[in-house]
Every structure is written in C-alpha cells, then in structure tokens.
C-alpha cells in the first residue's frame, strides 16, 4: 500500500512537472513580445486553493495589459489548456536582464529583425552581458546572415563550460530562430554567471561552515 502511495506520488511529480515545461514553452510563443523569461507554478495540494503562477519578462505591462485584461485572458487560457484551477498570475520583472539568456536572445532578434548587421549586433550583444559582470558567455547567429549564402558567426568572452553536470549547473542557454527578409537565422545565447574557479570556492566556503557547526 505504501509502495503504490509513492509510486503514484512519483507519477503526480512527473506529470506536474512535464506540465510546466509545456506551459513554459507555450508562454514563451504568446508573450514572444513581452521578453518573456521564465515561469513559476505553485498549487496547493490537489490545487484546492488555485495555482499561483509567477511570470518575469522584460516587459511586465506587454503581459499584464490594459488595466489587467491580458494577464486576465493568460490565466482563462492557462487553465483551459492546461487543466491548472483557479490560476492567480503574479507579472515580475527581470533583476538582471542583461544576464537572461532569453532575454539577450530576444533583444538580439529585435535589432536583426530592423537591420542592423549581425556583427554589429553580435559584438553589442556581448560586452553587454560582459559589463553586467557575467563570468563568461558565447553568443553564435548563424543562418542568411548574408544576401548570397549562409554564414556562421561566433561571438565569446571568457572561459565558458560546453558539456557535463557543471556546465548544466553553471550555463543558461536560449536558441531563438529569427525570421529575416535574408532567411531565417538561429541565434543562441549561452550565459555563465559565476565561474567555474568561483563555483568551486563557494563549496569550499559551504563545507567549511558545515565542519564548524558540526564542532560546535
């Protein structure tokens, strides 16, 4: 009886969580506007009391609307789509944009989408997250970037992990295909906010506070 209470727990876990990667997704195609950046979802047991859902964006007023009459619309259609109860919408802003790769990503988009040319918009993109205090990042716009064919640009600073459970830990990353009168462009922004030296440290740190309240 036990086993079968945290099998099916497991499964209620698993099914939530495939739920809010799909919600994520989904608010990331309708407030493609917003600078939308991520989403949070918290429901009480069984969602008796609602869901609370948290979405930050660049542009909260995109998402809220006028006196409220978008995020009212976001949370009828959370819920219809869904299968959230009584959704309750909290708009935040983003604390450090420049080092959002989502953001960064779409910000890129904007200026490619007017015109500017994407070594211009590579190189700003870049010392941008450099001067937020990023540790490192790299930012690749590949596709017609020219009239003729297709082309593939690179832009990094700083040492910045490619793979492992580190790099999973330590980069954010964003893809963002971008529909231009050339073609479309893929553009992916990769962000490192703390270095891997830094990282290492703060465990350091952590286990040395554990040694000490363990002797006390």
């Not at 309708?30 to 429901?43: C, W």
């Not at 047991?45 to 869901?51: D, F, I, N, V, Y």
């Not at 953001?103 to 190189?123: C, D, K, T």
């Amino acid at each position: 009886m036990a086993s079968e209470k945290r099998i099916s727990g497991i499964k209620a876990i698993l099914s939530s969580s495939k739920k809010n990667v799909m919600l994520d997704e989904w608010l990331a195609k309708e407030l493609v506007n917003a600078g939308y950046s991520k989403v949070k979802v918290s429901s009480t047991p069984k969602e008796a009391l609602g869901t609370k859902v948290v979405i930050y964006a660049a542009r909260p007023s995109l998402v809220i609307g006028r006196r409220g009459s978008r995020v009212r619309e976001l949370a009828k259609k959370i819920e219809d789509l869904f299968g959230y109860n009584n959704v309750n919408i909290t708009v935040l802003d983003v604390e450090a944009p420049e080092l959002d790769p989502r953001i960064m990503a779409w910000q890129i988009e904007r200026q490619l989408v007017r015109g500017v040319r994407y070594r211009r918009v590579g190189f700003w993109a870049i010392n941008v997250i450099k001067n937020a205090g990023a540790a490192a990042a790299e930012i690749t716009i590949s596709g017609k970037l020219r009239t003729v064919r297709a082309a593939y640009q690179k832009f990094k600073f700083g040492d910045i992990l490619k793979s492992g459970e580190l790099a999973e830990r330590l980069v954010d990353t964003a893809h963002r295909p971008v529909l231009t009168k050339y073609g479309i462009i893929g553009v992916k922004v990769s962000i490192m906010r703390q270095s891997l030296s830094e990282y290492l440290e703060s465990l350091k740190g952590g286990e040395g506070e554990e040694g000490k309240g363990a002797e006390g």
